[in-house]
């Protein structure tokens, strides 16, 4: 796998023109933070999927990754780290710790890696931490870390998170969750069942503001480990 994904990354001209089309797409969708619109056209994505998806990588579009799940669109990876950054504001705090729930294929953990000193990223399927941790190594992308673990009990050892980034929608807030960010953090996640909605929490002392924003689509958050 190691030869065929550098293999793979050789033929960079094509992608790097690509994602580049693909950075102009978000920015006309409404993303302004400059340092994660970087981030986006720094992250190989085709090489985050299959091969025989690779030609449709860069589309605005989730992509299946095998075990029933799917890699989000590029859009909604860049709005929730822009949203783990900051507030509408164009310019965002850099991220110490940050903690994603639902690690998949490993996008949008490599994404968070570019925008924060350490990711700590919780998968429930064990077979999918294995097959990412690999492909993250082959990529040399060194600050995040796969466990697998259910997301809803969190990474109290890792805890306090400058971000907590829920890659999977829940009907409500895990509150268990809240105690691990720190003073200033926030959580970002798609909200209900059917119908979802973006939401950010931000903590202040012991308070939380809660923030709705636009509808989304996200597999569920599901219980426990496969
Ligand atoms: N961020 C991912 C998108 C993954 S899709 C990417 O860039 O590819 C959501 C992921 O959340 C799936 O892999 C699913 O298995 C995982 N998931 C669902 N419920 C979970 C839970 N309770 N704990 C940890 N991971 C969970």
Request: aromatic share 4%; hydrophobic share 45%.
């Amino acid at each position: 796998m190691a030869e065929s994904l550098n293999l793979r990354a050789g033929i960079g001209m094509t992608s790097a023109r690509t994602r580049g089309r693909m950075v102009e797409r978000l920015r006309e969708q409404g993303i302004k933070d400059e340092i994660v619109l970087a981030a986006m056209g720094t992250v190989p994505r085709h090489l985050f999927v299959d091969q025989a998806l690779e030609s449709r990588a860069y589309e605005d579009t989730a992509l299946p990754i095998g075990f029933g799940q799917t890699i989000s669109n590029p859009y909604i990876v860049a709005r929730m780290a822009e949203l783990a950054r900051h507030g509408e504001a164009s310019q965002g705090r850099e991220l110490g710790r940050v903690l994603e729930i639902g690690l998949g294929c490993g996008y949008q953990a490599a994404v968070l890696g570019k925008l924060a000193r350490e990711v700590v990223s919780l998968e429930r399927i064990a077979a999918l931490v294995g097959k990412t941790r690999q492909r993250l190594r082959e990529l040399r992308v060194n600050n995040v870390k796969p466990k697998h673990g259910d997301g809803m009990a969190g990474a109290k050892d890792f805890a306090p998170f400058d971000a907590i980034v829920i890659a999977a929608a829940f009907a409500e807030v895990p509150h268990g969750l809240l105690a691990q960010l720190g003073e200033g953090g926030r959580l970002v996640m798609p909200l209900g069942n059917a119908t979802q909605t973006l939401c950010v929490l931000e903590r202040q002392g012991d308070q939380f503001t809660e923030r709705l924003l636009e509808g989304v689509k996200f597999v569920p958050l599901l219980p426990g480990v496969a």
